[in-house]
């Protein structure tokens, strides 16, 4: 199937710092990405829409300028967590959606740590 | 509206044993039904789908699951567990009939699979 990387797997910060984690669809073109947050032991909560050329579509609750996402290519999304503080902490998962397949293929997460 | 059932947290299961995870599901039109697996620290891996022909779906790793329209359910089964098929096992739905719904994909609370050797 096809493959989406996500970097870095693990971050540690301080608090008050900003991190960027990056979603790339390896072999595919993907015009709409997903952004996943995961508590532990719980199922994976959307957190937002990102289309390629355009603004990303957040879900209810989720803080636009706290979780940055830029969709600069077909290939390529950011997520960046500003100022962030300990309650941030969290498994990060993306996903890409490959048209031809039909179905959505997630990357492996990042574990942020903020300390 | 769309929803998934998971209703077991954790399904314990001995080596060699069938294992069930149980799944049913809600939706509006005729539903597109997944089935994924995660290990511990990393992303979802894709076992299954159901779109649309045959109730049983086979998948990766010898897993399948049956398509019950009447009893809205997809229960994931595989007829003798491995230890390494130890993880969190999520079952997800998305409504068919809307459009560019993937966003939309619906998943449930997630069910621990611990296979004893």
């Known amino acids: 199937g096809a493959v989406v990387s996500q970097h870095p797997s693990w971050v540690i910060c301080k608090s008050g710092t900003s991190v960027k984690i990056e979603c790339r669809s390896l072999?595919?073109?993907?015009?709409?990405m997903f952004w996943y947050r995961q508590f532990p032991k719980q199922s994976l909560m959307l957190m937002a829409t990102s289309n390629e050329g355009s603004k990303a579509t957040y879900e209810q609750g989720v803080e636009k300028d706290k979780f940055l996402i830029n969709h600069a290519s077909l290939t390529l999304s950011t997520l960046t967590v500003t100022s962030a503080h300990p309650e941030d902490s969290s498994f990060y998962i993306c996903?890409?959606?490959?048209?031809?397949?039909?179905?959505?293929?997630f990357g492996e997460g990042s574990r942020l740590t903020v300390l | 509206a769309q929803s998934v059932a998971q209703p077991e947290d954790q399904v314990n299961v001995a080596e060699g044993n069938p294992l069930t995870v149980k799944c049913t599901y809600s939706v509006s039109g005729n539903p597109y039904l997944f089935w994924y697996v995660q290990y511990p620290n990393r992303g979802l891996q894709f076992l299954l789908k159901y779109i649309t022909g045959d109730n049983l779906v086979k998948g990766s790793y010898g897993f399948e699951a049956e398509f019950n329209k009447s009893q809205t359910s997809f229960h994931l089964k595989k007829p003798s567990a491995l230890v390494s098929d130890s993880a969190l096992y999520f079952c997800?739905?998305?409504?068919?009939?809307?459009?560019?719904?993937?966003?939309?994909?619906?998943f449930g609370a997630g069910t621990q699979v611990v296979v004893t050797p």
């Open positions: 997800a739905v998305r409504d068919a009939s809307t459009t560019d719904s993937w966003g939309k994909l619906q």
């Open positions: 996903s890409a959606r490959d048209r031809g397949a039909g179905e959505l293929f």
């Open positions: 072999d595919f073109q993907a015009t709409t």
